[in-house]
């Protein structure tokens, strides 16, 4: 009887890791059909990649930083010419 017992209970652990390994290749096959649409779904909606996104942004950053410090050169200049102008003023 311990034979026959330890032997069934050997093809039930065989059958349970056989149905474990079945389970996960289920689930990758899953995964990666669900990763498939996604991106699928993405591509149709013509949304833009995060790197490009990224990218973007880094390059409104510098665009506004540098204009703003080319505002701040044109207050400057505008405030010394109006200086000047105040200075040579009309003559009698």
Known sequence: MTQTSSRFFDEIARLMNDATGVAQGVRREFDTLFRS???RILRDLDVVPREEFDAVKDMARL???ENEALKARLDALEAKLAKKNAGSGPSA
């Open 37 to 39: 649409q996604a991106e």
């Open 63 to 65: 665009a506004r930083e």
